[in-house]
């Protein structure tokens, strides 16, 4: 009758078990790709999934909370109102309050309804695995070593043609029967004697060889500080392609001066911790060939490193390191260059003009008319010549654009001259027109 009894019991258990875990199985369900899509647009900037940051981590909160006797519908009015809550004298709600630096979550009221919830709280409890994309493969440009090896094998063709010219000399000899010492005897031994019996082909030669040089040594003299290509090692490794590329940054928003001032300014650390506070491992589908994620997430560390990035306790430490970048585009200290002059009076009309003599070689961004297609490139590099030549030339061909409010105003009257002068489809007005050829323009 005993195990009768407590059979029946364990049953009740077994039942009462089957439905609290089925019950709690439907508070969680949510739509987990909705939840996804919530928790990236509302939470990230605070909270990630597998490590604390201005917020603890969210990885299984439902499980860890429940743990602890806290059901769904706390976490329901947490995410809701914290503030709310923490008034009503809840005692959870003010530990974590106090535990995170008294820093108070975003009020959500009126944002995301109580199934917007659900489907955040089914994603961070059991969030899916992300797929490993596989690097992005980039072809190589072999021209370069093409023009080699073709090179090799035009050099490989004269010797060949050489030793088959003075074997079939050797060949007439022989069957002719003549005495090999007549051919030594004519053979030239010196510069000197080659020189004496081919004056006219010597001085041909000489003058060839004279002018070669000439034009080598004005080559290289007008080589002088050009340094296109030139891409330097830096501190810390910086992608343009995966931050202007894959995610679409603007470079102004890092670039900032280069709108408003004389120059671009190199980005303070600071302006990367931006992002990178809440950024610290790399989990992007792009991958430079060569390079892995850990690669990306080591030079994420370095970030903290120099700043002084408590990542633990997500704080400064006070203790800063100094970086020294090394600078790529540098004008001489006796040329004077404004960015702004080029970014805000010169977008459209520099964009118009590179793109009319690039129809397959488009730019989105004024940026990219001196810099190149940057958002493209691993690593940034000297795109252009950026030599006085190569200035004056946009100088000539760049239109004015009327359509900017101070262009318009400023030129008004020159604009109508030219109009009369030269009738209406002639009187476009260049750079070089308005004094972009001036020496005092840009030399000072």
Sequence with gaps: MKSIIMNKILAVCMLALFTSVSVFAQETDGNVKNGEKLFKDNCTACHALDRKLTGPALKGIVTSLAAEGIDKEWLHKWITNNEALRKSGDKRANQIFEEYNQTAMDIFEGRLSDQDIDDILAYVENPPVPEEAAPVAVQKDDSGNLSYILLSFISIGIVL????????????????????????????????????RNRKLSYFIISIILALSLYGFWGWLMGIGVDKG????????????????????????????????????????????????????????????????EFYTQEIKKIYDYIGWDEEKQAYTGI??????????????FVYFNHSQHVVAGERAIMADYNKKNPNNQIDVVCKACHGP??????????????????????????????????????????????KEYGEDKSKITVDAIGGLECGKCHY
């Design 161 to 196: 043609i050489i030793i088959l010219v003075n074997i079939n000399r050797l060949v007439k000899l022989k069957t002719t029967g003549a005495d090999l010492t007549e051919l030594q005897a004519t053979r030239i031994k010196t510069l000197s004697q080659f020189y004496e």
């Design 230 to 293: 030139y891409a330097p090692d830096q501190p810390i490794y910086f992608s343009h392609k995966i931050h202007a590329g894959e995610n679409n940054i603007d470079c102004q928003l890092c670039h900032s001066g280069a709108k408003y001032g004389k120059v671009s300014e190199i980005p303070s650390l600071s302006v990367c911790m931006n992002c990178h506070r809440n950024i610290s491992e790399y989990t992007g589908k792009y991958v430079e060939p060569g390079k892995s994620k």
């Design 320 to 333: 800063q390191k100094p970086i020294k970048w090394e600078r790529i585009h540098n004008m001489p200290d």
């Design 374 to 419: 940057i958002d493209t490139k691993d690593v940034a590099k000297m795109a252009n010549d950026f030599t006085m030549g190569w200035c004056v030339e946009c100088h000539r061909t760049t239109e004015i654009d009327l359509d900017n409010g101070y262009n318009a105003a400023y030129f008004n009257q020159l604009h109508e001259k030219l109009k």
